[in-house]
């Protein structure tokens, strides 16, 4: 595979990595917000903060179990290659 068909093939693999955790990330950002709105009641909603602080800790490790060690190691080995892509540009003529 040329240079250019890998680095095509990393970045479509970072987009795929990105739009899987788009939706973990989402789900924590509304349920971190509904425990602010819950607690910030008066009187406070304590039963129902607890179970949107569950929701945000059980999307957090569905976000970690996207990005597994194999997924680390692959943006790992893209970072060399496009360092190594760049600095070959940088030293064409």
């Known amino acids: 595979m040329t240079p250019d068909g890998m680095l095509e ?3 479509l693999f970072g987009v795929s990595i990105a739009h899987e955790l788009n939706q973990p990330l989402a789900a924590i950002v509304m ?43 692959l943006v790992a080995d893209m970072a060399v290659m496009i360092d190594g892509i760049a600095r070959e540009a940088g030293s064409s003529p």
């Open 31 to 73: 349920s971190a917000g509904a425990c602010s709105r819950w607690l910030s009641a008066q009187p406070p909603n304590l039963a129902k903060a607890l179970r949107a602080l569950e929701r945000v800790a059980n999307e957090i490790r569905r976000a970690t179990e996207i990005i597994g060690p194999e997924e680390m190691c």
């Open 9 to 11: 093939s990393e970045c």
